[in-house]
């Protein structure tokens, strides 16, 4: 497969280590010193290391949680249904087909909501939000530019770089 002009590669040739980093900002910061120095940054690139996963439980769930979340879910799905079958209706009855399939969507969602919660077993009574993170992030750059980027990093006013 032919590399793709318009999309540049994610990858770098002999990337060397310019830097780690504590936050990702500082990285950017790092990055866009370098640009404003007008070094070539299409040969760098920030990659987060150490990567963990962290879950924020939002909350405790209950039958009448899994039954809202899923009504609120028919309810949108009942409501485009609705407005896809109310654009063929031919007399002025479209809101009425509207209503009548989000009011379908609500009971359908909520139903399927509890029995979803329900075949859990209770093993997994909370609500939480997933993310992936990375607790550091490094500054690689094209090997040929290494010494010019480090050069100009040390000039960089409150540089925070871990060498």
Known sequence: MAPNPQ???IQLDYPWSLGTYDEYADAQKAVDYLSDQEF???????VGTDLKQVERVTGRLTYGRAAAAGAASGA?????IGLMVGLFAEDGSWIGVVLS??????????VFGIVGYAMTGGRRDFTSVTQVVATKYEVLV?????AKAQELLQQMPGRQVEW
Not at 142 to 146: N, Q
């Open 101 to 110: 399939a989000a009011l379908i969507g609500i009971v359908f969602g909520a």
């Open 142 to 146: 094209e090997h040929k530019h290494l």
């Open 40 to 46: 070539p940054v299409e040969n760098c690139m920030i």
């Open 76 to 80: 949108w799905f009942g409501l485009f």
């Open 7 to 9: 999309r540049p590669s």
